[in-house]
Each structure stands twice: as C-alpha cells, then as structure tokens.
C-alpha cells in the first residue's frame, strides 16, 4: 500500500532587481523553496492580483532611482498586504533604514548565507498560495466534527436521537480538513477548545484520519475509522459533567462512573439502532487491553477486533498528550515511549506503525 500524505503547493515568488546578473545566485536560493518569477524594476506588475505569495527585493538601496522606482510600485493598494524581503549589501544603517522605509517585512544581508536565507523566507511567506484554502478545509472538518460532538453530548441526553448518516457527513470533512492542513494544526486549533471531553475526542478524531491516511487506508477505511474515533467517547454524554471536567484527580468512585462510559454508549447506540456492529464494538470495547486486564468485558487477545485496537491506541495517545488540571500534557516522544511501555496490554505492532504519526507532530 502507498501512504498518502498531505501534499502542500509550493510558494510563488516575485524576484524584483536592478541588476538581474547579480541576483542569479538569490534567485537560485529561492528555488530551493519556491516558484521564482525573476524580473527588472520596470517590469513589476502594477496588479499581482494573489498570483505571488511574496516579493523579493534586490536593488542598490543607495541608488534614488531604484528606490523611487519599487516606492512607485509597491506602495499601490494591490502590493500594500504583500510580505516583501529586502536585501542588504551591508550592514550600514543607511541601508536598513531605506529598507524599513519600503516597509521591509525583514531583510537579507549579503553575502548571502543560503541557510539564513531560506529560514527568512519561510518565515516572512506563507508555504503556499493554497494556505488559505487549507485553512478553510481545516476549519470545516473541525466544524464538522464539533457538530457532531455537539449533537452527543448536547441532544442525546436529553432524548434527541443520533443518528448514523449525522456522523457519515462530518466523515469526508474530517478526512480532507487532516490530507489539505495538517495533523499538527488540527491538534493546535482543536487544543483551545475550553471543554476537556471535545478536545480529547477531537484529538482522537484528528489522531485516527492521520494514522488512517498515513497507513495508505483505502477511502472507505479512513472513513471507518475516522468515524469510530469521533464515536468511541459517545457513552461519556451521560456521565455527570461535574465529573468529567473535574479539575483534579478522580476518587476511586468517579473512576468507575466514568468506566460505565462504555456500556452506556453502547446501549444508547443500540437503543438508536443503525449503528454498523463495528462501532458498537469500538464504542464498547476501545478500554479492552490484549493482556485481559481492560473493561467492561475483560476481553483479550483475538477477542479484540483490529478497529478497537487501533482506536485505544490513537485514545491512548490522545489521552497522554492533551493537557490536563491535574498534570502537565506529555510531549509526543513521551507519550510514545510510555505506550511502548504498555507492552503486551496493547498492539506493540500497530503502535510502532503509528510512531510517525505521533512522532510527527
Ligand atoms: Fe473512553
Ligand atoms: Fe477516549
């Protein structure tokens, strides 16, 4: 199978000079990490009309008509929002402060130093035109997915039913929102949620597309698990909230009221009926661990299915990392390292397949 992996457009850049010949070697800079349309002062289009996602600037700062030639341009309305690079034949204030004078966004000093050279243009740019996009795309997905957190823990307890097509709509959302931005921007965006129980399920979501994708899952199968992740947590609606976002350590009998999670969802989804058998399984059994020592069912080894097995680990994962009152969140590396400790409670062979993922971010 071929993993899919999120693939970003490459940044387009206006090299603007006085001296075309002495830019070559900044040109060949940039190509390293943009598309570079290279052209003289005159030649700066009046409307860059969002073709560019930034322009580069490499003129004698010392020379008025240079100067007075990119003023006349880059101080239209259509340049105005547009990160621009400054280079720098020296260090002299002079030219700094001609170049502050340009509103630089930030500038390059020659000689040109290829590394410090692409650090600033990473940071001055967006990595692609395209960000805009991925941004509504992530943005959608997690909208998608609130939306059916909000009908879990909002409606079903209070007699609204769920219903499976309400979930299979928020799937394909989910799945372009991780492939288009990224699991690191999901996490980042969703970890300002304020309630503990959203996040982490909205973690879990964004763990399990990215395993899913980064596995080379058929379509099908990311949606599968994608929507599995996004359930697994549904029993929690009907524990007490004062429990569930409690801010401190949980006695032993708000422990086993929020262990009853697992049947209660299971048997709410039952009631509903219309739920495929394998999220009844996902949502009942995803606390199970392969050594027996899990609940509700204590089930081990075979008994448990691959599905639950790769969403206790992405629950797992999601669980270690999130921020909690009590305790500090675990780094990635940490979280990873302390599953691995789990040893045969759960999948050693699928975990070390989701160390990228969890690696990655
Ligand atoms: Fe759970
Ligand atoms: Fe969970």
Request: proline fraction near 4%; glycine fraction near 6%; hydrophobic fraction near 45%.
């Amino acid at each position: 199978m071929t993993p899919t992996t999120g693939s970003r457009k490459r940044r387009r850049l206006l090299l603007a000079s006085d001296r075309i010949d002495r830019s070559r070697d900044l040109w060949a800079i940039l190509q390293c990490v943009a598309d570079v349309d290279t052209t003289g002062l005159s030649g700066i289009p009046e409307s860059p009309a969002g073709r560019f996602a930034g322009i580069v600037v490499d003129i004698n700062l010392r020379s008025l008509e240079s100067v007075m030639q990119v003023r006349s341009k880059l101080c239209a309305e259509a340049y105005r929002s547009m990160p621009r690079l400054f280079v720098l034949a020296d260090t002299f204030h002079h030219a700094s402060m001609q170049a502050g004078a340009l509103d630089a966004t930030d500038t390059i000093l020659r000689p040109l130093d290829a590394q410090a050279v692409l650090q600033r243009v990473r940071a001055a740019f967006p990595d692609d035109d395209g960000s805009t996009a991925n941004a509504n795309a992530l943005n959608r997905g997690i909208a998608a997915a609130h939306a059916v957190l909000v009908k879990i823990f909002e409606s079903l307890p209070a007699g609204v039913p769920l219903s499976f097509s309400d979930v299979m709509e928020a799937e394909q959302e989910i799945l372009t929102a991780i492939k288009l931005a990224s699991l690191r921007d999901w996490l980042a965006t969703v970890g300002r949620h304020h309630t503990h129980t959203y996040r982490h399920c909205l973690f879990v979501t964004g763990f399990a597309a990215a395993f899913a994708q980064h596995l080379g899952m058929r379509e099908d199968d990311q949606r599968r698990l994608a929507r599995a992740a996004l359930l697994h947590d549904v029993g929690k609606a009907f524990v007490p909230v004062a429990i569930l976002d409690k801010p401190g350590r949980l006695d032993d009998e708000e422990k086993d009221e929020i262990r009853r999670h697992a049947r209660l969802g299971y048997d709410a989804l039952v009631r509903q009926g219309g739920f495929p058998s394998e999220m009844l399984d996902v949502v009942l059994h995803h606390h199970e661990m392969l050594d027996g020592s899990g609940y509700p069912d204590g089930l081990r080894g075979d008994q448990i299915s691959d599905i639950v097995r790769l969403t206790t680990i992405v629950d797992i994962h999601a669980a270690l990392v999130e921020k909690r009152a009590y305790r500090l969140p675990l780094t990635h590396a940490k979280s990873f390292a302390t599953m691995e400790e789990m040893g045969g409670k759960i999948d050693q062979h699928l975990l070390q397949a989701f160390r990228p993922v969890a690696l990655g971010c």
